[in-house]
């Protein structure tokens, strides 16, 4: 168990709809990323928060977007859905400081987009 | 730029054997370079991370990797491979300044009895 929860485990879907994925750090940890793995286009980083602010910006569709709470969990909102959204998606961790610290990834959440 | 590449996108291994799986990376500095687990159904373990220090990491599991420098190689091994082995193995580089993972696209192991 890494620490990281991801909820739901789970989701189908239409296309067009929307929904909100949901992300708890690691006790401590400041930083929170987001992943999307697909069989065709493998694991993409999609972004990172750290305390609230962006900080970095992978391969994420305008349709995409997340915040960082003030508690330090985070949602990954996906509109619009296609079926091509269907994926795997991530969320992990890290304590972030002058040295590099490695991801703690989650579980993940299954989206399954009909 | 940061980019890692994943030499096999699977490989079979017989039970007892040696296992290599591959990574090379592409780095403007001498970056961290890490290897995950996945599992079926599961996320992503870390199994071992080099910072900087020693360049053979030993890592969970029997694990090891050993970074070469002049070789930009990062390859993963172990010494006997166990049928509780089998899973995805991913290869992963981050700048020494910020904390983004340049991911490999993975290698799918497999191990015969």
């Known amino acids: 168990d890494s620490g990281v929860t991801q909820t739901p485990k789970h989701l189908i879907t239409a296309t067009g709809q929307r929904v909100t994925l949901r992300c708890s750090p690691r006790?401590?940890?400041?930083?929170v990323y987001w992943y999307q793995q697909s069989l065709d286009q493998g694991l993409q980083f999609l972004i990172q928060?750290?305390?609230?602010?962006?900080?970095a910006k992978g391969n994420i569709l305008e349709r995409f977007s997340a915040q960082q709470f003030p508690d330090l969990h985070s949602e990954l909102n996906l509109s619009s859905l296609e079926l091509g959204d269907s994926a795997l998606y991530f969320c992990?961790?890290?304590?972030?400081?002058?040295?590099?610290?490695?991801?703690?990834f989650g579980p993940g959440t299954r989206l399954t987009v009909l | 730029a940061q980019s890692v590449t994943q030499l096999g996108s699977h490989v079979s291994v017989s039970e007892g054997a040696l296992v290599l799986l591959r990574c090379n990376y592409s780095s403007s500095v001498p970056p961290y370079l890490f290897w995950y687990v996945q599992y079926p159904n599961q996320g992503l373990q870390l199994l071992l991370k080099?910072?900087?220090?020693?360049?053979l990491v030993k890592g969970i599991n029997g694990f090891e990797a050993e970074f070469k420098k002049s070789e930009t190689s990062f390859h993963l091994t172990k010494p006997s491979a166990h049928m509780s082995d089998a899973a995805e193995y991913f290869c992963?580089?981050?700048?020494?300044?910020?904390?983004?993972?340049?991911f490999g696209t993975g290698t799918s192991l497999t191990v015969i009895p």
């Open positions: 992963a580089v981050s700048p020494f300044t910020g904390n983004q993972f340049y």
């Open positions: 928060y750290y305390n609230g602010e962006e900080r």
């Open positions: 080099y910072t900087s220090a020693a360049t």
């Open positions: 006790s401590g940890d400041l930083s």
């Open positions: 992990a961790s890290s304590v972030d400081g002058p040295t590099y610290n490695e991801q703690f």
